[in-house]
């Protein structure tokens, strides 16, 4: 089946409107909503760093939207997550309070990690990181679907989020071999954004599709999703979830998405024309999300502009409580991290 996008993917096959039925307004609403929380957080988020309330770096999720509101909504949060440092979205999923998160951001002790971890290192219940290093953190993704296996956990699965620019490790191969191998109940999810910092994705990976072509390496399945429409990460999560639990075998799904900031917010991206980034925000997941429920009667415009409004109003909140939060007592600096005790073997010095 080629997809109505005309690209030259095949993405899987799904039906929106049963997805609709299936959810009903009112769970449809909710997950707008928390696309337009991700959206406005970034925003927000990226408008401190400006002002310099931010340090660090900062990874904009923005246009990724549908794939981690997708995952979560059919998969639940009973389950292991992975993802690289653009973590705001799937944290914010996986109940991190808006304050906690922009309090972290900011460097805050009220943050999420007490101001210690910053943009990139988010975690929350079910979130393992937040983790940096490209590629590094699937072969903890890798050990989390073991632990589920290991310790017997029915209806658990693990979630390992990562970039086009990470398939080429090592690492990477390595755990899909390793899950392959051992049954592990893992989904690999590569967010093809078709960038790796400013390297197209042409240019730095043989093979493409990526899923179809790795996944059948490793003797496994493999989804490509259609990383812009909601309706289609939903269906596509849902079926890969459904078989990785009722077999035990790890899945490499790929969602086609397209980033609207640069790598990072002090990435200009001279890398894509004008007329690029236009065509790519025409295909806004928000908005194909928005158009699908007002064609179906269940939204209008007056009552979106409110959606977005109030999501607006939660993250200035939480702007205000960040910059109304304390510093954290440099008493505290070695408290929270992981570190071999004082007297025992390396101490940290
Ligand atoms: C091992 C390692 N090499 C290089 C880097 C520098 N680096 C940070 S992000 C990045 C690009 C990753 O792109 P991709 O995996 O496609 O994820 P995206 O940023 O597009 O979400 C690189 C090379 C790093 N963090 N870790």
């Not at 509101?69 to 914010?92: E, I, K, M, Q």
């Not at 064609?295 to 009552?303: A, D, I, K, P």
Request: aromatic letters at 10%; glycine letters at 10%; proline letters at 4%.
């Amino acid at each position: 089946m080629k997809d109505e996008t005309n690209t030259p993917y095949h993405f899987f096959p799904s039906n929106r409107d049963a997805v609709i039925e299936e959810l009903g307004k009112e769970k449809l609403l909710k997950l707008l909503e928390q696309m337009l929380l991700i959206r406005n957080f970034e925003i927000r988020g990226e408008a401190a760093y400006q002002q310099g309330k931010v340090g660090g770096f900062y990874h904009s999720y923005m246009g990724q939207e549908a794939i981690q509101v997708g995952c979560v909504a059919a998969a639940g949060s009973d389950n292991w997550f992975t993802t690289t440092y653009r973590c705001h979205a799937l944290a914010l999923l996986l109940h991190a309070t808006p304050n906690e998160m922009m309090a972290e951001l900011y460097g805050k002790a009220t943050g999420n990690a007490g101001g210690k971890g910053g943009s990139m290192h988010i975690y929350a219940d079910h979130l393992l990181g937040g983790l940096a290093i490209v590629g590094g953190h699937v072969p903890i993704a890798t050990g989390a679907a073991f632990s589920i296996k290991y310790l017997k956990k029915k209806g658990w699965a693990s979630f390992c989020f990562l970039g086009d620019g990470a398939v080429v490790q090592g690492a990477v191969h390595e755990s899909l071999n390793m899950a392959a191998l051992w049954n592990l109940p893992c989904l690999y999810v590569i967010e093809n954004n078709q960038w790796g910092m400013g390297t197209s994705v042409q240019r730095a990976v043989a093979v493409q599709p990526i899923a179809k072509h790795y996944a059948s390496s490793y003797g496994i399945k493999s989804y490509t999703l259609n990383g812009m429409d909601f309706f289609n990460c939903y269906a596509g999560f849902k079926e890969a979830y459904h078989e990785v639990l009722s077999t035990s075998r790890p899945v490499l799904i790929e969602a086609i998405t397209q980033r609207f900031r640069g790598h990072s917010i002090s990435d200009p991206a001279l890398y894509r024309s004008k007329e690029e980034l236009h065509k790519t925000m025409e295909n806004d997941p928000i908005l194909l999300m928005k158009e699908a429920l007002t064609q179906h009667g269940m939204l209008n415009e007056s009552t979106f502009k409110e959606l977005d409004t109030q999501q607006k109003e939660i993250v200035i909140a939480a702007m205000k409580f960040a910059e109304e939060s304390p510093w954290p007592n440099p008493m505290t600096l070695e408290e929270g991290v992981f570190a071999p005790e004082e007297g025992n073997g390396n101490a940290n010095r």
